[in-house]
């Protein structure tokens, strides 16, 4: 196993050592995975938590593939069964553990891992505009691991999708979800929902969301968390989700509501250390981060936290990142780090 599968494995055991202190407000049972191994026999799937955070027996009350059973705190395949890589195939399961019961969706996974995160969607050659529908069909049709992408809540507590504070001469928060989905996009999109960009990462099995919640101007951070992970926790789309936020108190609610969710922060005063003391899973920060501290990657990489660097758009950048072993590289160039990634 390389050390980029070893810290993307072993950083998310590690955090569950905070699962507990948090996990009073999370929705229970809870996994602290959602994606199954193709063409492994009895593989084990993931730990079951009950809602104080402990690892306890547990009931699968629903499995309507007969694939799946629990043994002891863990979710896995039967014994010689395994599944391959189906694109279109999901598997529902119902768990109970302690006096909670839970629905959750399982994927094969076959998610891609090559580093690459277009941000804001693959946009700077291609038709749709940034954070539109178009632009994230486009990352997901160039096979890129993650696309990035920005959530408000809009004046009516409606998960928006913007990067700015602004869009079409409308401020996010201080507008309807209809006043802002009035705004004309190009190639005639609209400001999407976060609804519609799970609904449409669903379709698939390859690329992952990587959902940035942004700092609010009317104190309603927690709120948009809350909101946030409810969504996906409703849409049972954990599998394909990572959450990166500036604002640090946002990161730590999504912990509180999912403490095993993969969160990463990206303001760069964190040393790896304290994320990881604090059970976030990864640092997103921005290129001169990494370039005041050439040991940053090597810290975070004993510290059990992944790594990812933002906005990197120059090819020499990312040779240098890519060589220190960077877990992940944000860019608006996804073409060129995607041939760089090929060799």
Request: aromatic share 6%; proline share 3%.
């Amino acid at each position: 196993m390389n050390d980029y599968k070893k810290i993307f494995l072993l950083g998310g055991m590690a955090m569950l050592g905070t699962v507990a202190a948090g996990a009073q407000q999370a929705a229970a049972p809870y996994l602290d995975a959602y994606t199954i191994p193709v063409k492994k026999r009895n593989a084990v799937i993931g730990k079951i938590y009950d809602r104080n955070g402990k690892l306890g027996s547990a009931v699968l009350l629903e499995d309507k593939s007969g694939l799946f059973t629990i043994s002891g705190n863990e979710l896995k395949l039967k014994r010689k069964v395994s599944v391959g890589v189906d694109s279109h195939v999901t598997y529902p399961v119902r768990i109970k553990a302690g006096d909670d019961t839970a629905d959750f969706l399982l994927v094969a996974d076959d998610f891609i891992r090559n580093k690459v995160v277009a941000h804001r969607g693959a946009w700077k050659h291609h038709e749709g505009s940034q954070n539109s529908l178009t632009s994230l069909k486009d990352a997901i049709k160039l096979g890129c691991e993650g696309s990035e992408f920005d959530v408000w809540l809009s004046s009516d507590d409606q998960l928006v999708i913007s990067h700015d504070p602004e869009i079409g001469g409308k401020k996010v928060e201080e507008s309807t979800l209809a006043d802002l989905q009035a705004v004309q996009l190009k190639n005639g999109d609209r400001v999407p929902t976060l609804e519609e960009y799970i609904n449409t990462i669903m379709e698939q099995q390859k690329t992952r969301l990587v959902l940035e919640l942004k700092p609010s101007a009317k104190g309603k951070g927690e709120q948009l968390a809350t909101q946030a992970v409810a969504m996906v926790h409703a849409k049972k789309a954990q599998a394909w989700m990572f959450y990166i936020s500036f604002d640090y108190n946002i990161c730590k609610k999504i912990k509180a509501l999912d403490p095993t969710a993969k969160i990463a922060y990206l303001n760069g005063d964190k040393t790896p250390a304290q994320l990881q003391a604090d059970g976030i899973w990864g640092l997103d920060y921005n290129q001169q981060v990494f370039k005041k501290d050439p040991q940053l990657i090597a810290t975070a990489r004993q510290q059990l936290v992944t790594t990812n660097a933002w906005t990197i758009d120059n090819p020499e950048i990312m040779d240098g990142l890519l060589k220190d072993g960077i877990d992940f590289i944000t860019t608006n160039e996804p073409e060129i780090l995607l041939e760089k990634v090929k060799h």
